[in-house]
């Protein structure tokens, strides 16, 4: 074997034109009277020098110190010289893109070194951090135009690039585990970029046997991964990726995993989004223009049109990569929305369970799973902390749930998607509530994914049945739609019909507010859906359709906080209109977002013919503060405008529904929600629910009254095929629609009809212009 890997690194090397007999010294490097390699210290820029204690002083080796956790950008493309260019690119998905990387090329002989010598005992991590940013051409998309923009995901560019270099690290970690990869994942580097080896052996005795996750600190978070984590597994991933050192072959496999996590993220960056090009339509749902704005898609189809706008992707090898597009086009799974009940079964698992049947190879599906984990590893967008994100942020029993989950996925080859996915469910129930029964009512599958999501105890399990019944009511329905046409969990055989909701960042949201106000941050994502529904109506024909809703703006703050603004605002508003808006703006068919935007803006874009809707929040916000004054919430008996509302709402929902699956009663319940407050802000309150139902029917009608016209003008043309005088009933004057006029001011709340509903045209909105 060692014979037969000598000879397959010789012919690599000889392949790519590199010195068959090159050993690694780091640049710079000297050697010691004894032929050892002295690595020459180095240090970040702007970054001080932290004395580090005397390995006998645990006191001060177990002090908190404040080190520089981040690490420097790659070098300006001036820097790199005309070894970075190569033949331009004439092809424009995106005119940015193509004018940062045409004629980029990745450094083809450093990757090559980097796979090769990851295992050096002397080879470190500045070593392997200097080469990353000089080989990576992508990593300087993170920094096009101002750096400090939110990304897609809420964090900005700069945030992801030390995402990037955190995950490029967690590989380099994990290759080196039998040398010094444990250390380095659980504890990190100082400033110097010198390994905190002594801090680990001083911490090694810190954690008492059984002390809970909750109740550990930083120091005793790092001792306890570093002491009672099953290593094997980790390793395990690695040899069943063919990343391992005795796998012939492993060489390119750790290129390609080098390469795939150095660009994996650039998508995050909003200007880099690519349109899809009429030449490529149809594409998974996408129309010609249509901006792809989920960035795994988007980077799937840049590495399947335009392969040379990504220079580390299209320097490998055709193996390599159908590798890489194996894992990110092909699989199109995401193994995060699985372990975190984040998603439904159908966008989830419905690749996932057809490559399994195309009987595809478990070295290239484990080669995705080693990537995804190290992916995750970097999160928390510190790379010199070590791998925080897991160490500090999960519990270590969650985290092994997250190796222990990839055996489930192995069933789908004999069960559905919705069965796996539940069988999931219940598995981790016993291991976050062991104490309470399974439930099996209709909020089974509810309950399940918010105790998942939420990666909590059983405490948000009493904070879910403590929602007001509206809410309740909304998140049982809607987190039970599976996505897959005919497909039904078995606690919940009712729900049908679609689109089904991806709420992306929706268990961030929770996580963030996993200690402090769950319940206020479950009735933001019950009005998600809610403003979602409104803007994607229930159709029993979508029903293996689902919805991405990107919600990245509401994880960034704490819940109470963001709700205490929007008070705040409404209160000091000098109009009737406060200056900055919640809203989710439907993007296209497929992809919402919710964003934060000035009044003004949002009336800009709705004018422009962009669907949009507001997220009630404010009534929240006095649910808020009736809670800390009260200790609890009290409900309100319906004042009779707002009853009147209801009504009207109810009879609206029985005509355009069929079941009593997906019938919320929009603005029915408006009234239960608030607060027992004085009667003047009561009755004003009471106004602003009512204006709030009246704008949440307005988009209901006009929504049902499009479908009733196309329905109307099917009919018309297949009646005209056989008898053209019976087609004379279904005239332009029955099937007119609402004026937009009125449509705008009924989104603002002013105008109603004579009968109480909004100011649409009387025979589209009375009973008989519906049943027509």
Known sequence: REERLRQATFARRKSHKLPCDEAYEPSGSARDPKGAVLIPEQRLPGCAAVERPAVGDASQALAVVQRCLVVPPPPHEEDLGDAAKSRPILSQPNAKLVEAMSGRVADQRRIVRMAEQIRNQNYTLRHFFDDCIVSFPELRLFFLGDASVCSTS??????????????????????????????????????????????????????????????????????????????????????????????????????????????????KVEGLLPAVQPEHVPYHGYKAGDVIRDHDMALRYVLEFFPDLIPSYSMLRKEERDVILFTQGKMNFNHGWFVQAEAPPGPMLASFKKILQEKAKPEDISFYFLHWFTDLAGAEATPLGGAEKFVLKFPHPVLTSFLWSIPYLRHLTKKTESEVVETYLQARWHVIAPELPMPEDEEAIALMRIAVMSQSDAQVIDVFNRLPRKDKKCLAVELARTGCVNQRFASSPNVKGGPAFLIYYGPALLQTNADGDVSMALRVLSEVFRAGRALWPWNEKDEGVTVTITIAQLKTERIETIIDKVGQEARNAQDDQPAQVWS??????????????????????????????????????DASKATNDSGSETELPMSSSVSSVAQTSRRTSKASSEGDDHEFSISGNAADLLPDLNHNRRGTLCVEMELAGLRQENWLLHTRNDCITKELELMRAKLAEFDPDSCRHFSDRNIRQPSDALLESNRWGVGRGANGLPAFEEDVCSDQGLAE
């Open 154 to 267: 809420g964090e900005s560019n700069e945030g992801e690039y030390q995402r990037t270099i955190g995950a490029l690290f967690s590989v380099y970690w994990l290759l080196r585990l039998p040398i010094d990869g444990k250390v380095g994942w659980c504890y990190g580097y100082d400033q110097d970029w010198h390994l905190l080896t002594e801090q680990a052996d001083l911490e090694s005795e810190i954690v008492e046997p059984g002390m809970p996750f909750a109740k550990m600190s930083a120091s005793q978070r790092r001792a306890s991964f570093l002491a009672t984590m099953p290593w094997q597994m980790f390793e395990n991933l690695v040899t069943q990726a063919g990343c391992s050192a005795q796998e012939i072959g492993s060489t390119e496999r750790i290129m390609a995993m080098l390469c795939l996590t150095a660009f994996h993220d650039i998508m």
């Open 584 to 621: 989710l703006l439907r993007q296209n068919d497929l992809e919402g977002v919710i964003e934060r935007r000035p009044t003004e803006e949002v009336r800009e874009l709705m004018a422009n013919g962009m669907p949009c809707r507001d997220l009630n929040l404010e009534h929240l916000s």
